[in-house]
């Protein structure tokens, strides 16, 4: 696999913490006992989703922030998850991930991808 883009990372690291931060504190009792650090199953899949969409992502290191960008290329029902989590768990982030959630906001002063948007056909 090709190596990751250090933009495209932290997108990765960024939305995994807002999912466990959720999870954490919303659905505690959904988690498996087995291991604390587990997502209850439905976040996990959210995760999977999300991960998904950006390795898919047209624009990649070019991107906006997912909330700005013009393409949303999420279904509607992730979509929805995704973004009580972002409303619930993004002013946290500036205390809990002040370094993720500083360069979330740069990366978020980009008003449009770098890169031409894609033919719709290419949406999933
Ligand atoms: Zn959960």
Redesign the pocket.
Known sequence: MKKKHPRMEREEKTVAAMIHA??RR??GD??PHSDPRA??P??AELLRYSRTRLRHCPFQEGKTTCGNCQVHCYKPSMREKIRTIMRVIGPRMMFSHPILALYHLLDGRRKHPSKKIPAPDKRH
Do not use: T, W
Request: proline share 0%.
């Open positions: 959720y999870c919303y659905h959904q988690r997502l209850c439905e976040c």
